[in-house]
């Protein structure tokens, strides 16, 4: 499976965007997807996680009540809306898969190791 990450870009803090993930030789259905992001000197960090359609969705505590996750209805791409941006979320972004498929409906995959298939990095700027 590939994926392709895009809809960065530069925003006034305060502002909005909509992150996509989408998928190619593969379809999401019943596999987690999750968001990560980076920043250079740090480690990449957990974002947000649905584990599957109807299955439970994790945020960190750092973006909860501010973006959300969800998937367009075909399995193919997976959302991340981010409203109220601070200049503290300035940082790249990824998406990720696993190779298995989620079988704990409440499971909440938010370490990198548990994560096989990455897209590239989409770039978010929040200007203060």
């Known amino acids: 499976v590939q994926l392709q990450a895009s809809g960065g870009g530069l925003v006034q803090a305060g502002g909005s965007l909509r992150l996509s993930c989408a998928a190619s030789?593969?379809?999401?259905?019943?596999?987690?997807v999750g968001w990560f992001r980076e920043t250079p000197g740090k480690e990449r960090e957990f974002v947000a996680v649905?584990?599957?359609?109807?299955?439970?969705?994790c945020y960190a505590e750092s973006v909860k009540g501010r973006f959300t996750i969800s998937r367009d209805s075909a399995e193919k791409i997976v959302y991340l809306q981010m409203n109220n941006l601070k200049p503290e979320d300035t940082a790249d972004y990824y998406c990720a898969t696993r190779a298995s498929r989620t079988v704990l409906t409440s499971a909440c995959y938010n370490n990198l190791e548990q994560y096989t298939y990455w897209g590239q990095g989409t770039l978010v700027t929040v200007s203060s």
């Open positions: 649905n584990n599957r359609r109807g299955g439970s969705t």
């Open positions: 030789g593969r379809t999401l259905n019943s596999y987690p």
